[in-house]
């Protein structure tokens, strides 16, 4: 029976959904893939740090408390975050490092770095280190023999990105279209049914779907970073944040969705890149009106959508729900099954 | 640079369309998958074959007629099938074998057995093999060691059978529920516009949409193979054709339709199958009235589209266009690439 010992930096909602799947999930995905997941070291800023080689309780995780240092309750547990050695003294093969703070991408890209460094596997769903700091972090990857992997990037638990570059070879993806961004999706559903623009947001807010400071969902660029992970991945674009033109959804008033309506339209967030004729990628973030026959102008409320165009397929459009903490932990659960595949491969590769 | 080497067995629409991909595409192939395709013997029971270890042109192949014994007039060829040949003879990796005849899945079915048991990789696109003869073509497929592979069979072009088996492992699929034939679907729509369902029928023949005979799509028989291909291969159950409740479009009336359009609600022909809470698996094709909010309400015309039920992800869909020639002959292609890619992994562990 095989093993694999994942240590997280980070215990925010996300990682505190792993250790529960941890706990309720390892007989289905034994028996689906045929290895258990044992959590052997946490690190938190606020929360402090565990680390044990045979493995925590994932029980004792989920049921930490939030306040500061709730750690040093468990057995072997600290007040204090011990990220280093949680990177480098932990049994670990796979580290989950998502913690980020605001737009920097940092700590995030650190912590990613420094796991590479230390020969360990990374997953991330945080879209920092992926957009900012991909070709970077690739280069660690290469040299240190090690995986970097963050399918919960772009939109949670659906797994496009290994969808669309493992199942679509060959079919001569040449652009996207998409909603990925859950809270601006849902504000431009409520100013249909009549509310402003201001109300609807503090009904995102009110609903949980958006933050305290909901900017940077509003104005795309959280989409922006989306698109600059898909075009650079799936398009082998290299584009940066500020290579994408951004108009997002607060111009939009609520007589420009009433008009709209009677056109039988849809104002939405869209996310785009496409190949050109000369081979090079361009991408935009904007509010557009769709048709009503717009592959894109039936997805409501917090879903997200991508509608890949190909050459051999048309359109084919993946629909999934928004970015919930359990669908979120999925992506990376994903991404562990993936390694773990991929690892017993070069393990093979490395006996021949 | 690796060459896999192709037989076809039968030249219809859709391995015609294979040979103008292998003719048009090989370079993108390289560049994105590492290998190019070369045909190297096809045999079909009205045109003929041809046979050459070093390739055959393609072009020759595309431009060739469809005259019986058509495939005489190209070089090296004949104006006989030689079928046993194409599949014992030619240095083929892989063979494509989707000729069928009616519903009994044959000669398709024997054909698979026939290129498993001389040791080389099977793919084929037909439903009947995979509904029907899946447990016997899995035991030669142990025996010889090699793939059968058979994408194109659920919905064409979009890899969803890989996509779900690959991409979604350890999610807790417990269902799906999917609108799996364009041709109801499109006179469904066509009801919706008023026309009575004999006229609806007419119109999808006239747009090529329907068969001269097409009950098997009308009456749900098409779907109902689907269906057990999808919840053997993903749920894990094994279903035969008469397990599955089969309730077609043909009873439904203008007026069923008209009721439906006013309460905001669509006919559609659903294919589904769900875990039960033994673990068994039922499935059923019928003809249903959708809600609105269904996810399946708002695909139109020859449209396909699976929602996928799970533990962790709630519902995902994915939706493609319908069965075209190229979308089909792209799954094959798909079925190549995950052969040449698992391919070269047993030759390395092989070689440990």
Same mark, same amino acid.
């Given at each position: ?8 930096i ?30 052997v070291? =946490?690190?938190d800023?606020?929360? *402090? +740090? &565990?680390? @044990? ?6 029980? !004792?995780? /989920? ?9 040093s ?33 940092q ?38 023999? =090690?995986?970097?992997?963050?399918? *919960? +990037? &772009?939109? @949670? ?6 969808? !669309?570059? /493992? ?34 947001v503090k ?6 779907f ?54 039988g ?88």
């Amino acid at each position: 029976m095989a093993t694999c010992n994942l240590a997280l930096i980070g215990f925010g909602r996300v990682n505190r959904a792993l250790a529960e799947l941890v706990d309720q999930r390892n007989d289905v995905l034994e028996k689906e893939c045929g290895f258990r997941l044992r959590v052997v070291g =946490v690190s938190d800023l606020h929360l *402090g +740090s &565990v680390m @044990s080689p045979n493995g925590i309780d994932p029980r !004792a995780l /989920t049921r930490a408390g939030s306040e500061k240092g709730a750690f040093s309750k468990i057995s072997g547990g600290h007040a204090a975050p011990r990220t280093e050695q949680v990177i480098k003294q932990t049994p670990s093969d796979i580290i989950e490092a998502t913690y980020n703070d605001g737009e920097s991408g940092q700590p995030a890209i650190s912590h990613c770095q420094g796991v590479l460094a230390a020969r360990r596997h990374v997953i991330t769903t945080n879209k920092g280190p992926v957009a900012l700091a991909a070709s970077a972090l690739q280069g660690l990857v290469k040299e240190n023999d =090690v995986a970097f992997e963050y399918e *919960g +990037s &772009v939109i @949670s638990g659906t797994p496009v990105i290994r969808m !669309a570059k /493992t199942n679509l070879s060959g079919v001569g993806l040449n652009g996207f279209q998409g909603i990925l961004n859950g809270t601006s999706n849902y504000v431009l559903d409520r100013m249909e049914e009549g509310l402003t623009f201001v109300d609807a947001v503090k009904a995102a807010q009110e609903m949980g779907f958006a933050e305290a400071n909901p900017t940077a969902n509003i104005e795309g660029r959280e989409v922006r970073l989306k698109v600059v992970i898909l075009a650079n991945e799936l398009l082998g674009a290299s584009l940066k944040p500020a290579d994408v033109k951004l108009c997002g959804i607060s111009p939009i008033t609520a007589s420009d969705v009433e008009d709209a309506k009677k056109a039988g339209e849809k104002w939405k967030l869209v996310g785009s890149a496409s190949r050109d004729e000369d081979g090079s990628v361009s991408a935009i973030v904007e509010a557009k009106r769709l048709e009503r026959t717009h592959p894109l102008a039936e997805i409501s409320g917090v879903t997200n959508a991508i509608a890949f165009q190909s050459d051999l397929l048309g359109t084919a459009k993946v629909t999934s729900p928004g970015a919930g903490r359990i669908e979120t932990a999925f992506a990376i659960m994903a991404d562990i099954i993936a390694i773990h595949r991929g690892r017993t491969a070069s393990t093979k590769t490395g006996a021949a």
